[in-house]
């Protein structure tokens, strides 16, 4: 099994076009995924993958649009310019002021969404079975995908959200935004602070290109779930990393992918796909 490039399920007439943009988006897993859930819900609909740099993000996604593409997935990046580029923002996309998902209504409207949020709690309650309340939570990075987690993770009621970022100040900022939501903090590496964490999300893209921020020891103790957004089918540095450092679990984001993808098939299709068989097909490949 390898990702497809284009995945058209069988149906009446011309199939509705949605895809995936963002830079790279080779090693997506979307087009599989989405073809999966067409499938199940009987849904006449083929998935693209659009490979669009930042420079021509606006003129393409616009084009992508007035061409017939009735929704979009939208990765790194683009997360913010997305934000920018629509017309109407659901409050959790307002809230994070980045977009993952779009969505082209007949009236033009472009309605931005953030799933990644809902998607990786899913994940972490449902699929993890992790309690999120009264947790002391270090997130590792600062970029869109954090934009869209924050919220939903302060709204568990966890007691302390640190975020350490290469670039610190970028950390401090998200950390001011978000501040209204709970105990929340950002900094560079160096500057973590006393350890141990209950759960630590690695949401750099540091494992896109085989490297690990340079964290500190005493992170990390037996009860401690370290998760990495990245996926991919070898071990991340940063899962070998939980690893050495005796971690509880060390988790990849795939559960993470398809249940925000769950969460914007409902957005575009009104329906809300069982997305265990599409786990269940991707674990032996992992
Ligand atoms: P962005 O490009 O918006 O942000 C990238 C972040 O990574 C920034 O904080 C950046 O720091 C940091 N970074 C980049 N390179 C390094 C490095 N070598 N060392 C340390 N930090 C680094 O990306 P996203 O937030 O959209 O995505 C982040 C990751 O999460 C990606 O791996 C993506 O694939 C994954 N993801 C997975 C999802 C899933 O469903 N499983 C959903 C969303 C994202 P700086 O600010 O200093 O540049």
């Not at 021509?56 to 683009?78: E, K, Y």
């Amino acid at each position: 099994m390898s990702p497809a490039h284009e995945t058209a399920p069988g149906g009446e007439g011309k199939p509705d076009q949605y895809g995936l943009v963002g830079h790279p988006v080779a090693h997506s897993w979307s087009p599989f995924i989405h073809g999966m859930f067409a499938q199940a819900t009987a849904q006449n609909l083929s998935y693209r993958l659009f490979d669009i740099t930042p420079q021509a993000f606006r003129r393409d996604i616009l084009h992508l649009f007035t061409s017939g593409v009735r929704g979009l997935n939208v990765t790194l990046p683009h997360k913010q310019a997305a934000a920018d580029l629509v017309n109407e923002l659901t409050p959790r996309a307002t809230r994070a002021q980045a977009v993952n998902t779009i969505a082209f209504f007949e009236d033009t409207t472009l309605l931005g969404d953030n799933t990644d949020g809902v998607g990786l709690i899913f994940d972490l309650e449902q699929n993890v079975k992790l309690t999120l309340a009264d947790t002391r939570i270090l997130i590792l990075g600062a970029g869109g995908a954090v934009r869209g987690v924050l919220g939903p993770l302060l709204e568990r009621e966890s007691r302390e959200v640190v975020i350490a970022n290469r670039t610190a100040q970028k950390a401090m900022s998200l950390a001011a935004e978000f501040a209204d939501l709970g105990q929340i903090s950002g900094c560079g590496f160096a500057q973590i602070g006393k350890g141990p964490f209950d759960l630590i999300i690695n949401a750099t893209s540091a494992s896109l290109r085989g490297d690990l921020p340079p964290l500190p020891d005493g992170l990390v103790c037996e009860t401690t779930v370290c998760y990495d957004m990245a996926y991919g089918r070898a071990q991340t540095p940063f899962t070998a990393w939980a690893t050495g450092q005796h971690a509880a679990l060390a988790c990849k984001g795939w559960g993470m992918l398809v249940e925000q993808a769950a969460e914007a098939f409902l957005l575009w299709r009104g329906i809300r796909p069982n997305t265990r068989p599409v786990l269940d097909a991707l674990a032996p490949h992992l």
